[in-house]
């Protein structure tokens, strides 16, 4: 299994009582487990898709084989690839999957990862849900990730008439960074 963020897989699998059944593991360009059996493998990819996004493709390569016993020795490779976004992310749809998704905006937060990934658009709160074959089939990353943000409070909020109303969001509102804000208290 190869992905490109780090997944907390031991808590989720304790979580779910999963067993540890990797014979091994090792660290590359992702995670790599190693396990006795195919059956363990798959075990653990069909308990991988019933918590989180992914797709998964299957190979089975002969190593050996003995002609007078009929014995055939495989090497069986599951490649898994998960989401790469998570809670809280800004990502920036593709135009054709935000307009198959009732027209939301391109820039969303992920409300949250399950098996779907949750989006909201922030400036209408229209909420969508995405599995991972039509993600798969539109990819889209984060623009921007929370350690990115600085948060701000909202001070106060005006009433903007619509011929006064100009094209961005936001407008009417006077904020400030939360850091700046607290210090204006002491």
Do not use: W
């Not at 808590?11 to 059996?37: K, N, P, Q, R």
């Not at 992914?54 to 002969?62: S, W």
């Not at 984060?142 to 001070?155: D, G, N, Q, R």
Request: hydrophobic content about 40%.
């Amino acid at each position: 299994m190869r992905n490109h963020f780090q997944f907390p897989l031991r808590g989720l699998s304790a979580a779910h009582c999963v067993t540890s059944i990797h014979v091994g593991c090792c660290f590359s360009e992702g995670l790599d487990f190693f396990f006795g059996t195919e059956s363990n493998a798959k075990k653990l990819v069909d308990f991988l898709q019933t918590v989180i996004p992914i797709r998964y493709q299957h190979a089975k390569k002969l190593i050996s084989h003995d002609m007078s016993s009929n014995i055939f020795n495989y090497k069986y490779t599951f490649s898994v690839e998960v989401v790469p976004v998570c809670k809280d992310n800004v990502v920036c749809l593709p135009p054709k999957l935000a307009r198959s998704l009732g027209g939301i905006a391109q820039i969303c937060v992920v409300q949250k990862v399950t098996t779907l990934v949750h989006l909201i658009d922030p400036n209408t709160c229209q909420a969508v849900e995405i599995p991972a074959n039509a993600f798969f089939k539109s990819p889209f990353s984060a623009v921007a990730v929370p350690k990115h943000f600085t948060e701000y409070t909202v001070i106060n909020i005006e009433i903007i008439e619509e011929n006064e109303r100009r094209k961005f969001a936001g407008q009417g509102a006077i904020s400030k960074r939360v850091s700046s804000f607290l210090k204006t208290l002491h």
